[in-house]
C-alpha cells in the first residue's frame, strides 16, 4: 500500500500504520478525518478484508464514512456505539502536552465528540505538525449561519482581551460559498499565530452565543503517533 510514496505521504502511511496495530477484535474505533485518518481507514479495511478483523466503526464524517464504506469497514452511528474504545484522527498542529488544533478539513465538531466520547484518543501526524506552541494553524472555530457575522465581530472583540498575536478572522470559503460543515454550520479561522493559553481560549470561545465548538481539543488526546518521511516512526 506505500508503493511510490512522497516523504509526506510516507510519514502520514506510516503513523496511520503504526496506529492501526492498536486496534484490536471487537473494538469500536472511532475514524477521524483528513488526509492522515484517511490511511488509516484503508489501513484497517485492509486488515478487515485480510485478516477477519472485526470492528465497527464510527466515522467523523460523510468522507470517512463513505471511504470507510469502500474499504468494507463496517459504518454505525455513534447512537449505536453510545461508547468508543478508541478514536484515531489527524491533526493539524500539537504541543508537547499533546493538545491539539484541529479542524483543517473541518469536520471538529464531529471529532470533537466522537473523541470525547472514547476510552482513548491517538493523533496520528506528521513531524511537521509538532509545535512549541499552538496557533500558527489558523484555530477553526464552527458557528450557526445565523448572525454569523455578529458573532465573527464578537470573536475578534473578545481577541483584544486575550494572550493571542493575531487578531484577524476569516470565513472558509469553498469557491465563491461558504464552506458548509457536515452539521450545516459555517467556518471561521481564527489567525492567531501564537495561543498563550489555549485552555482558556477553548473555554471564552465557546461562551460565545453563535459558536457551536471550537477546534482546541485539550486534554482529549492520550498519544501522539509521529511519522516521518524516511519511514521511521515515534509514540508518545
Ligand atoms: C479535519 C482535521 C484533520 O484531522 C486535520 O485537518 C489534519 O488533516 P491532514 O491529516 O489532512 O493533515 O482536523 O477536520
Given amino acids: 500500500m506505500s508503493g511510490e510514496l512522497s516523504p509526506i505521504d510516507k510519514a ?19 475514524l477521524g478525518t483528513g488526509s492522515t485518518a484517511a490511511w488509516l481507514v484503508r489501513c484497517l479495511g485492509e486488515m478487515v478484508r485480510e485478516d477477519g478483523l472485526k470492528i465497527r466503526g464510527v466515522p467523523t464524517s460523510t468522507r470517512t464514512a463513505e471511504l470507510a464504506r469502500e474499504v468494507g469497514i463496517e459504518v ?4 449505536e456505539a453510545r461508547w468508543l474504545d478508541l478514536t484515531i484522527d489527524g491533526a493539524d498542529e500539537f504541543d508537547a502536552e ?5 479542524g483543517g478539513g473541518g469536520a471538529l465538531l464531529q471529532e470533537k465528540i466522537v473523541a470525547t466520547a472514547s ?14 506552541a499552538l496557533g500558527h494553524f489558523p484555530l477553526p472555530v464552527e458557528v450557526v449561519p445565523f448572525g ?22 476569516s470565513l472558509r470559503m469553498t469557491g465563491q460559498r461558504p464552506f458548509i460543515t457536515d452539521e450545516g454550520n459555517y467556518i471561521i479561522d481564527l489567525h492567531l499565530g501564537r495561543i498563550g493559553d ?11 452565543p453563535g ?8 486534554d482529549i488526546c492520550d498519544k501522539v503517533i509521529i511519522g516521518y518521511g524516511d519511514g521511521r516512526c515515534e509514540m508518545r
Avoid at 454505525?76 to 447512537?79: K, T
Avoid at 476510552?119 to 512549541?132: L, W
Avoid at 465548538?213 to 485539550?218: D, Q, V
Fill in 119 to 132: 476510552d482513548q484518543m491517538a493523533v496520528i501526524a506528521d513531524a511537521a505538525k509538532e509545535v512549541s
Fill in 148 to 169: 454569523w457575522q455578529t458573532t465573527q465581530t464578537l470573536i475578534e472583540e473578545l481577541l483584544i482581551s486575550m494572550d493571542v498575536m493575531g487578531r484577524k478572522s
Fill in 98 to 102: 499533546l493538545n491539539l488544533i484541529k
Fill in 198 to 208: 489555549p485552555r482558556q481560549m477553548a473555554l471564552v470561545l465557546n461562551q460565545m
Fill in 12 to 30: 502520514k502511511y506510516v503513523a496511520a500504520k503504526t496506529a492501526a496495530d492498536l486496534v484490536e477484535d471487537g473494538m469500536r474505533v472511532g
Fill in 211 to 218: 459558536v457551536v465548538e471550537n477546534g482546541l481539543f485539550i
Fill in 76 to 79: 454505525i452511528s455513534l447512537d
